[in-house]
């Protein structure tokens, strides 16, 4: 479901600000981050509204009581997400933390913590993920 849906339903919207050696600085609309994405070969547009998907790999999951959405660091690539999730599949759930992010699960049942319950579609989550968050640009 997250995989086939995140290009279009969960398409995370913004300005990339800057593209160059393979990377992009995308800006989510409705917020102050700057999210330094691999993106290599992107000829989108820059300074410009685009949408796309934000793709980041999981190193370990929690199911957190409450909290607000947000993504650590404000600048830079992503290193901590947390917030509500907006679909799952076996492989992957979306996460709205200030925008949309698809989070590919980890494998190891040990990098999961779901003491406030299970990973499900309105669940607040928070998410340390590995180096090499990624921006795909939706086609057009």
Same mark, same amino acid.
């Given at each position: 479901?997250?995989?086939?849906?995140?290009?279009?339903? $969960?398409?995370?919207?913004?300005?990339?600000?800057?593209?160059?050696?393979?990377? *992009?600085? !995308?800006?989510? %609309?409705?917020?102050?981050?700057?999210?330094?994405?691999?993106?290599?070969?992107?000829?989108?547009?820059?300074?410009?509204?685009?949408?796309?998907?934000?793709?980041?790999?999981?190193?370990?999951?929690?199911? /957190?009581? %409450?909290?607000?959405?947000? #993504?650590?660091?404000?600048? &830079?690539?992503?290193?901590? #997400?947390?917030?509500? /999730?907006?679909? *799952? =599949?076996?492989? %992957? #759930?979306? /996460?709205?933390?200030?925008?949309?992010?698809?989070?590919?699960?980890?494998? =190891?049942?040990?990098?999961?913590?779901?003491?406030? &319950?299970?990973?499900? /579609?309105?669940?607040? *989550?928070? *998410?340390?993920? !590995?180096? &090499?968050?990624? $921006?795909?640009?939706? =086609?057009?």
């Amino acid at each position: 479901m997250a995989d086939s849906t995140a290009a279009g339903e $969960f398409a995370a919207r913004g300005k990339v600000t800057e593209a160059k050696d393979g990377t *992009v600085r !995308f800006a989510p %609309s409705g917020t102050n981050y700057e999210l330094h994405l691999a993106a290599p070969g992107y000829a989108g547009p820059v300074g410009a509204l685009t949408e796309g998907t934000i793709r980041v790999s999981a190193r370990k999951v929690w199911t /957190v009581p %409450s909290g607000g959405n947000f #993504i650590a660091p404000i600048f &830079g690539p992503p290193r901590t #997400i947390q917030g509500r /999730v907006r679909a *799952v =599949s076996e492989q %992957s #759930i979306v /996460v709205h933390a200030g925008t949309n992010l698809v989070v590919e699960l980890p494998q =190891s049942d040990a990098a999961y913590d779901l003491v406030n &319950g299970p990973i499900a /579609v309105g669940a607040m *989550v928070n *998410v340390m993920v !590995f180096p &090499g968050a990624r $921006f795909e640009p939706a =086609s057009k």
